[in-house]
């Protein structure tokens, strides 16, 4: 039994335009509003890619960018990782390939500096954006459950303003875009009652209520090395459980045939 995909982080640079048309496309299935101009601004700004692929296919189904910078907070040099677009195709929902390649990346670049302190920068269009960061880094800004110090609040605020300018909105933390910008498709990821009983997502609705329109929430986790061991180890077994009920349920087809 193995993963249903494959994953490669590779640079930007790297990348063919038959895959930056891919990548375009695929932004387009699940997202509204996505510009060729504003998708190939984004991807100039970043330095890696983190690519996914069907292992029997090679069909590009999913993607991450991502940007890395070195700024200071309170004097100290701080390294910030910072995921730009990210999708993954509705079809291969559930799997964490994705999850465990940037949690990956994110434990190569602590180790290198194993001192300094790492924090990641996401945009949350989406709730389930909103969850890899709070279900795997406690530290994270904002949530419902932590209260940051000031210093580590301050600092959003200041890079956020740096970063995103005038379509960072300091009173509601988030940003967004001006011209065309994106949004969740209708029905793609929907908020229904089920999901807005989640105490993490009711927050995040809270927070980002324009969400539906293309509004980001602007967070910031900071990221430890016990909390990528967790993270790796808890997606490890998750995948591991859905190869194996997969396998259950292939065995069974077979069985009837």
């Not at 932004?27 to 996914?52: I, T």
């Not at 001192?115 to 269009?125: E, F, N, Y």
């Not at 959003?156 to 970063?163: F, V």
Request: hydrophobic share 45%; with cysteine.
């Amino acid at each position: 039994m193995f993963s249903a995909l494959k994953g490669a982080t590779v640079p930007c640079e790297s990348l063919t335009e038959r895959q930056r048309a891919q990548m375009l496309a695929l932004m387009q299935v699940c997202y509204a509003g996505v510009s060729a101009e504003r998708f190939a601004r984004d991807l100039a700004e970043k330095q890696y890619v983190v690519l996914l692929s069907a292992r029997r296919s090679g069909e590009l189904v999913g993607f991450s960018t991502v940007r890395v910078a070195e700024e200071q907070v309170e004097g100290q040099v701080v390294e910030v990782v910072f995921s730009g677009d990210t999708v993954i195709h509705p079809d291969y929902w559930g799997q964490k390939e994705l999850q465990v390649r940037f949690a990956r990346f994110l434990l190569a670049r602590k180790l290198r500096r194993p001192l300094r302190p790492l924090l990641w920068l996401l945009l949350s269009a989406g709730y389930k954006t909103y969850l890899l960061a709070v279900n795997h880094f406690p530290r994270t800004v904002p949530r419902h459950d932590w209260e940051a110090p000031s210093g580590r609040v301050s600092f959003l605020g200041s890079l956020a303003t740096r970063w995103f300018g005038t379509q960072y909105d300091p009173a509601r933390g988030t940003v967004c875009f001006t011209g065309t910008h994106y949004r969740v498709r209708d029905g793609v990821a929907p908020i229904d009652r089920e999901a807005a009983a989640h105490p993490h997502i009711a927050f995040f609705a809270r927070s980002n209520p324009g969400h539906v329109e293309g509004e980001e929430l602007v967070c910031l986790a900071e990221v430890r090395v016990r909390d990528l061991m967790w993270a790796l180890t808890e997606l490890t077994m998750k995948q591991l459980r859905l190869w194996t009920r997969r396998g259950l349920k292939l065995i069974g087809v077979r069985a009837r045939a």
